[in-house]
């Protein structure tokens, strides 16, 4: 068994920044060990598999960037959430992990890390919505998933679809069309009120 912290993050951190530049399928243990500067037998003992291997760094990774907010507020929180995810998305670190994720996907391995990935991080939006409902800012049994999915959503879109810059503007105005929509708060009160209802004529009544 690997013993002492200094190396245990010695080798995760080698096996991210040999992920980094191999891939999945091209990762070997001996480059692993060769620049962690260890014997391959002493990863082998703590990490028998390259897939437990490699699930460890990346939840070690996650574990040292993921933030569970605390701020009192449902905004707040949702703010803390988007610069996490902008943080890791922009990272060499995350850059890897999603070209790793998008070349391998069809990898068995590959998709079971991803799987792992998904729900470390589930934790952050489950603490956002524990703490949300219990101070009374989202209904117990609203449809919370979608207003999360919507918000990391928009996120990943820009970055790697548009390949733009997510700034704090961006991230207070998503967030405040999520949480008070997009209409003036005028227009708001219209929609909330019953449409009239059409009035009969009496020639219409009658049938003339």
């Known amino acids: ?3 002492g912290e200094p190396i245990v993050q010695g080798v995760l951190s080698a096996a991210l920044e040999v992920l980094a530049r191999t891939g999945y399928r091209a990762l070997r243990i001996e480059d692993v060990a060769l620049r962690a500067g260890v014997n391959k037998t002493t990863i082998y003992r ?3 598999t390259k897939i437990e291997l490699v699930r460890a760094a990346l ?3 996650a574990r040292q960037k993921i933030v569970v907010p605390q701020t009192g507020s449902l905004r707040a929180d949702l703010l803390v959430m988007g610069r996490t995810f902008v943080d890791l998305a922009s990272s060499p670190e995350g850059q890897s992990v999603l070209r790793m994720m998008v ?3 069809s990898d068995p391995e590959v998709a079971d890390l991803e799987k792992s990935l998904r729900l470390t991080f589930e934790a952050v939006p489950t603490s956002i919505v524990t703490s949300a409902v219990a101070r009374g800012d989202l209904a117990p049994n609203g449809d919370h ?3 999360l999915d919507a ?3 928009a996120i990943h879109h820009r970055i790697f679809m548009m390949n733009e810059p997510v700034t704090e503007d961006f991230l207070a105005r998503l967030a405040d069309i999520l949480l008070f929509g997009a209409l003036l708060p005028a227009a708001r009160e219209t929609r909330r009120r019953p449409a009239p209802r059409a009035r009969v004529s009496a020639s219409s009544r009658s049938g003339s």
């Open 145 to 147: 998933a979608v207003l």
């Open 46 to 48: 703590r990490w028998p």
């Open 1 to 3: 068994m690997v013993r």
């Open 151 to 153: 918000f990391i959503g």
């Open 59 to 61: 939840a070690s990774e």
């Open 103 to 105: 070349a391998e996907g």
